[in-house]
């Protein structure tokens, strides 16, 4: 036996023993195996079938390779590092004193009241007494309407009917290397279904419903919406959640029936690492809808300024006919920060059309790439889709990349393509200035110009954060 | 009485060319000048270096305005000060609408002069009033900054800027 095989013994050894102990403890031990997987889905008390579903794609991601293809480079991820279950509970702060000055300084500037900033950091839980009861009232409300809101792992126990016609049905486990390791690993995430006619009474947030459950790295989020309905999501909140978590692989799946709406916007700011470039969230996240009946439409809004690397794509295949996909976007990256993201719109149904705005902002050393894919099918007569690329570059040690990518095998489809990369002038900075407005200010009034046509997107108090958030990632992006 | 704007021995280079050679001037509250000279003699360069542009380097000399010393400030304290450029050919500003800008840059200045910032509402009756005054469209309120200005739109906005 050599000396490394006889090394794997022992860990493994001690893996076993320590695996027993952390079975109390709630948490598993790091590493990635069919055990893991078992014990995942055997503490969310999952039905057979998920666990066999989870267990294919674990075989299957075995036989996958990590991507290499995004404009990003991160050292390797060892993914037998990793802890894939670590039990949802409060992290115990006793006040806000133990919380990082830092984060504090940014949740005051975002304006986020001392109850909210408490609840943020994980400070213990009677600070978050008053959300609590405020999702209750929300749930009270949802019912009535007759919709579905919960944990994915809820749904799973609660609707198995749901979830085995439809999870699964937009990103196949055997989808791409980290949709895979998220349906072999995924801890929780967010279940709506919205009812046929039926018009959300309300915009849904995942910020009401993590109250109740701290949700994990590889979140997995479904929403359905019936024939006739309508429903608008926000995802993430307008705080930044710094997760001491490198790897975030999320799988986000939309699916819209015949006259049915599924508005998705999300505020993404994980943590971005620091000035050096340390630390940070690395996000692959796969995000997909499919509009699936006649007449439908999913909306897809995203602003990300968060995460060290991002790799994110969401899209629409747009299936049933006179479908409508859209993506607005507004990317920012600052210091070494790096974002591959863009959106796919694949045209199959007759009379589909598709809608991509996307705004990536550049600062610092940072890296940020446009990436697209306009695909129209031979069936999809008189396709639509219409694009515009805009980059802004502030200073001269960022890059802006757009790679879009157009396939046509209709003839009587009608593409566009726009594209454009500035940079902010010294004339446009001394215009303001010579107004009375300072430097960073008039940078984050420009930079807010730039994203106009997609902050009008958003839900009005949505858009009001994102500005601020932008000014406040923004700082320091000059000199 | 103190001038208004005392300019004494002004030395100023663009490049590296010594474009204004030791200039002195004295304007009094109430008065009116105007700086005539043929292209390139440097009456735009004075202008820009008033309005303290980084790209116009004061190489000696002093500027003074109110008895205060401006030499070497940044362009927007002189704002603060209550000095500031009418541009010839104003940049354009996409997606910025004006009274967005009018109204950050009126705040900035209250800001520095201990004033109590003017909410949206407020300021869009100021604004509103000024505008009636000029006899001037609404839509202008939100449109860009400059951005498919005509040349005598763009002269109009610069009196809105000065006066709210």
Redesign the interface.
Known sequence: MTKKSELNVIVEQQYTAGFATDVASDNAPPGLNEDIIRFISHKKNEPEFMLEWRLKAYQHWLTLKEPTWANVTYPTINYQDIIYYSAPKPKNLKSLDEVDPEILKTYEKLGIPLREQEWLAGVAVDAVFDSVSVATTFKEKLARAGVIFCSISEAIQKYPDLIQKYFGSVVPYSDNFFACLNAAVFTDGSFCYIPEGVRCPMELSTYFRINAVATGQFERTLIIAEPGSYVSYLEGCSAPMRDENQLHAAVVELIALDNAEIKYSTVQNWYPGDKEGKGGIYNFVTKRGHCRGKNSKISWTQIETGSAITWKYPSVILLGENSIGEFYSVALTNNYQQADTGTKMIHIGANTSSTIIAKGIAAGKSQNTFRGLVDVSPRAANAKNFTQCDSLLLGDKCGAHTVPTIKSKNQFANIAHEATTTKISEEQLFYCRQRGISEEDAISLIVNGFCKQVFKELPMEFAVEAQKLLAVNLEGAVG | MIPMLKISDLVVSVENKTIIKGLNLVINPGEVHAIMGPNGSGKSTLANVL?????YKIESGKIQFNGKDITDV???E???EGM??S?QY??A????SNV??IK??VN??RK?QNLVPYDAVEFLEIIKEKMALLNMDQDFLYR?INEGFSGGEKSVTKFY?CSC
């Open positions: 309005a303290r542009h980084s790209e940044e362009p927007e002189c704002a603060h500031f450029l541009f104003p940049v500003i996409p997606g910025v967005q800008f950050t840059a900035a200045v520095y860009s800027k």
